[in-house]
């Protein structure tokens, strides 16, 4: 899964189109209806607020769902690799940030231990293959 | 010099690559806040989640120790950082001088003696890691690729995630061990490590993991505490505790599940982890951790745990279930060492520990060094030794470089080149065979490391406090040094016997006062500096009993009345000890008020209102 990057305008935020919702950040994502839905759009308040993490897990793994999830908020490059290793597949950065930086902190690590939405087994079970 | 290799985890290409490019990364966010692009509210949560704190006159760093095991190699290279990286600019530690110096003179209550600060040191943590205080910011890329070099980092030793593991220091080696808790440790270190899903918690989240009868790793002060034990067809599993913690509201971490599968704990972890991320308060920092879930609601947390830890089976077919494989893997790394193996039981003309004819005085140190610094091993040979960080003239759990390399050259020398740090900040030697205690005495008292005091009152748990944390409310060495300067006479705290004296600067408690048989906690009231005591609190060890919270002694006390406190209680428990009883025993028997008349008493004037009551 590509993260595809794109600054937020402020200025002139976009209306929702047909098929996107937003979920609240407090909210279950097991309860939200995807009938329709192509995209989901997660909120960090802050960049520190780490519930939209679990929030697209929960799509991913737990409602199969294959659309596009969103992050936006406080969208900063330095949260990008949590955000695509967590089934985000697409974030609104604040109009500061470097893009092209932001792509090569995507590719820093090799690789990682624990699984998640991308690679779902952790390390020790990947070699055991 | 090829290192002799220790009985620990040892490194794949892929971790050592992994850490190198997470000191890459750091460089790289160090950068971008050096030239501006990263602001200091976003470089902050990074620095953190690498071991990087602001503290009162310069940074701090936090190396992870994981579970608190170190090689002599690593011993080496946390000197050489010491001596050349903790190294504040002659303005500045001057500076930092004369602010401290100031605190003496403003605070009238603050009439004990303060030892100045001190540079080139590293210092043992509570939660087994090591810190230094001093090195510049600008340095601090270089110092990680330093750590790197040794298999070292500062990943998750602070932040809002999940911190670095503790476990006992007695892992591996304890007679009374059901299994080693390190293979686990050790699988749940790489598990937790840059988690993604993890990184943003609503507050930090500990671990500690124990495999012994004893708990000695204070599980149930803990996030998560998770004790080895065996199950009703002898299987391996953990009891697994959850929301213990200290700070503002101490309390002790329920049972959340009695038998949990060895090779589930982390399936079961992300569980708990996942619904703590939900529901953990976000809006109060103080009221962030999941101890304050947990007490308000335990039992739909648990029922919330469970469902999770079932969709995590049946809906993503629990991927993280440790494989044989993978254990085998790393308990493999953990054996005993090869020469440790071969020297056990060949030596079996030597039926009784080595004692060379000393005379008098020298005799009697090594039998008082024998008894309080040296502990019976799983193996009938071997010996576990703690080196005592705890003297007269350096604060507790403080270490110079050339201690830590005298420290690393004894750990070559006599115990497979591994030490251990405890929970109590000193170091302990796994692999010390009994015929090599005397030697091993001889060279650590050179080292100004066997004053035979571990478990007794001098052996006092400190946080660096006020004198170099941002965090403090007061200073914490001055009263540890001034309690350690009262009881310098040996005899007297041989016969006071075990205390647990565990002192803290401030109420986030990482000198554990809450814990402490005697606790000392520093306050802050109109701009000085008071200390509240409490008593009989326990971190579930043997002699403490059943973990529980000090209760508070009446009102704070002004600094230089501390001493004399602590002075009358212990003067109350030998008049009223029975034979062999020690002092908590003394203090849960004749019942706390007693004794808390007694403190009391020794007041000397009137603290103003209690500001910790508000």
């Known amino acids: 899964m590509e993260l595809n990057l794109y600054h937020l305008n402020a200025s002139a935020p976009a209306p929702l189109k047909a098929g996107v919702v937003e979920l609240s950040n407090d909210a279950d994502p097991l309860e939200l209806a995807l009938e329709g839905v192509n995209s989901v759009r997660l909120y960090f308040p802050k960049f520190t607020d780490g519930r939209a993490f679990s929030q697209a897990v929960m799509l991913r ?10 992050a936006t908020g406080e969208v900063l490059i330095d949260q990008l690799i949590q955000m695509a290793r967590t089934g985000f597949t697409s974030a609104e950065l604040r109009a500061d940030q470097d893009i092209e930086h932001g792509k090569r902190l995507l590719k820093h690590f090799k690789g990682f231990y624990q699984g998640d939405v991308i690679n779902p087994k952790p390390a020790f079970a990947r070699t055991d293959a | 010099m090829v290192l002799p290799k220790s009985n620990m985890y040892q490194y794949t290409p892929f971790d050592r690559e992994f850490i190198r490019d997470r000191a890459l990364q750091f ?13 200091s509210d976003e470089f902050k949560p990074l620095r953190l989640q690498n071991g990087w704190y602001v503290q009162r006159y310069a940074p701090m760093l936090r190396v992870a120790v994981p579970y608190g095991e170190l090689s002599s190699a690593q011993l080496r290279v946390l000197a050489t950082i010491a001596r050349e990286f903790d190294q504040p600019s002659k303005e500045l ?31 043992f943590t509570t939660r087994q890691n090591v810190q230094y205080n001093w090195i510049p910011l600008d340095k601090s890329a270089d110092v990680m690729d330093l750590l790197a070099s040794v298999d070292m980092h500062g990943i998750q030793t602070s932040g809002n995630c999940i911190r670095n593991i503790t476990s006992d220091e007695r892992a591996g080696i304890a007679p009374d061990e059901i299994a080693d808790p390190r293979p686990y440790a050790e699988i749940l270190r ?13 507050r930090k989240f500990k671990i500690a993991v124990t495999g012994s009868t004893e708990d000695r790793a204070a599980t149930a002060w803990h996030d998560l505490g998770l004790q080895l034990h065996k199950g009703k067809d002898g299987n391996l599993g953990f009891k697994v505790l959850v929301g213990g913690g200290m ?11 009695e038998f949990l599968a060895a090779n589930e704990v982390i399936n079961y972890i992300e569980a708990v982890v996942r619904v703590y991320n939900r529901w953990g308060r976000r809006d109060n920092i103080y009221k962030a951790r999941i101890k304050i879930l947990i007490k308000a609601e335990r039992e739909r947390f648990a029922q919330e745990v469970d469902a999770e830890f079932e969709r995590i089976h049946k809906e993503d077919h629990a991927p993280h279930t440790i494989t044989d494989k993978e254990l085998a893997r790393v308990s493999a790394l953990f054996e005993v060492p090869e020469r440790v193996r071969s020297n056990q039981g060949v030596i079996s003309s030597l039926t009784s520990i080595e004692q060379p004819a000393l005379a008098g005085e020298l005799a009697n140190g090594f039998t008082r060094w024998l008894k309080q610094n040296v502990s019976a091993h799983k193996l009938d040979d071997y010996r576990i030794v703690t080196l005592s960080f705890k003297r007269r003239g350096q604060a507790p759990g403080d270490a110079t470089a050339e201690q830590l390399e005298l420290a690393a050259d004894l750990c070559e020398k006599f115990s497979c080149s591994e030490v251990r740090v405890t929970h109590a900040q000193n170091l302990v030697l796994p692999w010390v065979h009994k015929k090599d205690l005397h030697s091993l005495w001889l060279a650590a008292k050179e080292a100004g490391l066997a004053d035979p005091n571990i478990g007794l009152l001098t052996d006092m748990i400190a946080c660096p406090g006020g004198d170099y944390c941002a965090l403090a409310n007061a ?21 006071i016997g075990p205390v647990d004296l565990h002192i803290s600067g401030c109420i986030n408690s990482c000198g554990h006062h809450h814990s402490g048989h005697i606790g000392i906690l520093g306050v802050d009231k109109d ?3 008071w200390y509240q005591i409490t008593l009989g609190g326990s971190d579930g060890s043997n002699l403490g009993g059943v973990s529980t919270p000090g209760r508070v002694v009446g009102p704070s006390f002004s600094a230089h009345e501390v001493v004399g406190v602590i002075e009358e209680v212990l003067t109350f428990y030998t008049q009223n000890r029975l034979e062999l009883e020690p002092f908590i025993d003394t203090l849960k028997r004749v019942g706390f008020e007693s004794f808390k008349g007694v403190a009391n008493a020794a007041r000397l004037s ?7 009551t508000s």
């Not at chain 2, 503002?248 to 049972?255: G, S």
């Open chain 2, 93 to 123: 530690f001057e500076h930092a001088q004369a602010m401290q110096d100031k605190i003496g003179t403003a605070s009238s209550a603050a009439t004990i003696p303060s030892p100045r600060l001190v540079k080139g040191m590293a210092h």
């Open chain 2, 527 to 529: 701009g000085q500096e």
């Open chain 2, 190 to 202: 790489q598990w937790s490590t840059l988690h993604p899903e993890f990184a943003y918690l609503p």
């Open chain 2, 475 to 495: 200073r914490s060495i001055p009263v540890a040094e001034s309690i350690t300067e009262r009881f310098k006479d040996l005899d007297e705290v041989l016969d």
């Open chain 1, 61 to 70: 793994k737990r409602r199969g769902f294959k659309g596009d999830i969103c």
């Open chain 2, 27 to 39: 460089r790289d966010q160090l950068n971008r806040y050096h030239a501006g692009k990263l602001s």
């Open chain 2, 247 to 257: 700070g503002r509201t101490p309390l002790i971490a329920p049972v959340l599940k």
């Open chain 2, 606 to 612: 009137r603290a103003p209102a209690d500001a910790m």
